[in-house]
């Protein structure tokens, strides 16, 4: 790797611990990879948290997972959260990057369940937790949450983010359609686990029906991506009805008093009532 290059990054990593936001992280990202030939775009990468991947820095989000400037808030709010000993669901693990952070978190005594039903992503993801000796600590899951038990069509984007794999095929204009199984978190799960991580590209739709008995009974902390008008309607019924309340996942973790403050892509955090807000934690 060029010394401008390995430079470049490393300043890049160093940053990510003192981001205040990560607008602005893929145009710095996209700066720093110009500084390396091509030929060292694809390789085996060391997150900031010391995690092995591999990557390709001419896709995204692959080039800011490498410097840890992907989704600074759900990372941030995870590292609050999860203690040793924990369990933790990662609905949407796909290649890795949430799963890895979490394992390494909650230690050998800790649960990770990683749902993963794109068979593309998972292989990722297998490759990953094999590469950092992390496989004994997540059960691989190649199923879709749904709100019954069956079959789904999932769309793999072929030349697109691979994080946007999805059950609806307008939202993967060119991709390959793989055919999975579905089923339901409460009934898949064998107990509750600490907190829930969901980024299914719409698939929350059908995934928070399907974990109703867990959210109303044992009321874990859910880190929530919304995508579109539907999802937030039925994310804020199914978290009122389970008497919680809902929080932006951004600075101070403010309240969200109303469905329409849900944007069409929202990341939140759902809290049960009496729940210690993350900003204190």
């Not at 990879?33 to 060391?46: E, V």
Request: glycine share 8%; proline share 6%; aromatic share 8%.
């Amino acid at each position: 790797m060029s010394a401008a290059g390995r430079l470049a990054l490393s300043i890049l990593r160093g940053y990510s611990r003192i981001a205040p936001t990560q607008r602005g992280s893929y145009r710095m990202v996209r700066a720093a990879r110009a500084m390396l030939p091509r030929s060292q775009w694809i390789g085996t990468f060391t997150t900031p948290a010391g995690l092995r991947m591999r990557l390709d820095l001419g896709t995204y989000p692959d080039c800011c997972m490498a410097v840890g400037l992907y989704e600074l808030d759900t990372y941030r709010t995870l590292r609050r959260l999860l203690r040793p000993g924990a369990w933790f669901v990662d609905a949407g693990a796909n290649i890795g990057y949430f799963t890895l952070l979490a394992a390494k978190i909650v230690g050998p005594t800790g649960r990770i369940d990683a749902y993963e039903p794109d068979p593309v992503n998972r292989a990722r993801l297998e490759e990953h937790l094999a590469i950092n000796d992390l496989a004994g600590r997540v059960r691989v899951h190649g199923v879709a949450l749904s709100d019954r038990d069956g079959q789904i069509d999932l769309y793999h984007p072929d030349d697109a983010n691979h994080g946007i794999a999805s059950i609806y095929a307008a939202l993967v204009p060119t991709g390959t359609k793989y055919t999975v199984p579905t089923v339901r978190m409460d009934r898949h799960l064998d107990g509750v686990p600490d907190v829930i991580k969901m980024d299914i590209e719409g698939g929350e739709v059908l995934a928070l029906p399907g974990m109703r008995r867990i959210l109303r009974e044992a009321r874990p902390i859910v880190l929530l991506e919304l995508h579109g008008p539907e999802a937030a309607r039925i994310a804020w019924e199914e978290f009122n009805a389970a008497s919680y309340h809902l929080c932006h996942m951004r600075k101070g973790y403010p309240t969200i008093t109303s469905l329409a403050a849900l944007n069409w892509k929202t990341y939140l955090v759902a809290l049960s009532t009496k729940t210690v807000n993350p900003s204190k934690a």
